[in-house]
């Protein structure tokens, strides 16, 4: 029984169907509980591009700039020119979920800033895992209507490479969020109670890296199984 389903992929077609389903969630659960926090604002009134500015310079981070960008948590640190971006709803935003994603991006600026291996190992696997995750399925497809099992194996190996690439980036979100909450209560951005909300917001943001990841791998073992029946 279980072989028949284990060789037709139906396990992992429905590993790829309950992880899409948890990915769905995780999303939901991020707009949620970020739609609550950033509607509770923080008794320092500060808004979070100020923040995010204190938090660079106490490190020393002056070459770093805090701008403004357009989108929905679009909110991101990019190593390239060295810039923290918060989105129309962090920006301005005096609550205590903006305060936590600011201070979270300003996480990655410090990790990148200070040499964090991850971040930097990360940072280079970029442009590998964009090249994977464009030409995988092009070689996977020839490769099983055409018959070539050798394109069939590079597409999977294109793909793992992505998958490599999520993993590699739990390591620096989780840390990033650590910082934050850190940095947090250190210099007294937030108090105790109002802590508990920014914490929230990072976790459910957390959530989603691992619920993409979970549905690479799922993908990934569904695309080695459809490769093996072949054969
Ligand atoms: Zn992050």
Do not use: C
């Not at 923040?51 to 020393?60: E, F, T």
């Not at 910082?179 to 937030?190: P, S, Y």
Request: proline share 3%.
């Amino acid at each position: 029984m279980f072989d028949f389903f284990f060789n037709n992929g139906f396990f992992a077609y429905m590993l790829v169907i309950v992880t899409v389903l948890f990915a769905y969630f995780a999303q939901w659960r991020v707009n949620s509980v970020f739609k609550k926090y950033s509607g509770v604002s923080s008794r320092s009134q500060t808004p979070a591009n100020v923040v995010a500015r204190q938090i660079l310079d106490s490190y020393g981070l002056y070459n770093v700039e805090v701008v403004h960008v357009s989108g929905k948590l679009s909110d991101h640190y990019d190593p390239r020119n060295n810039v923290v971006a918060l989105s129309d709803s962090t920006f301005f935003s005096p609550s205590v979920g903006a305060i936590g994603v600011a201070a979270h991006e300003v996480g990655h600026a410090v990790q990148y800033n200070t040499n964090y291996l991850p971040i930097r190992l990360r940072a280079i696997f970029v442009p590998v895992a964009q090249f994977g995750s464009n030409s995988w399925i092009i070689f996977f497809l020839i490769g099983m209507f055409v018959g070539w099992p050798f394109f069939v194996d590079i597409g999977i190996v294109l793909f793992a490479l992505v998958v490599l690439f999520q993993l590699l980036t739990l390591p620096v979100e989780f840390n990033a969020s650590r910082r934050a909450m850190q940095v947090i209560e250190d210099q007294f951005l937030l108090g105790a109670d109002e802590q508990v909300g920014a914490r929230k917001v990072l976790s459910a943001a957390a959530l989603t890296y691992v619920a993409g990841l979970m549905v690479s791998a799922a993908q990934l073992l569904r695309l080695i199984l459809m490769s093996r029946r072949r054969d």
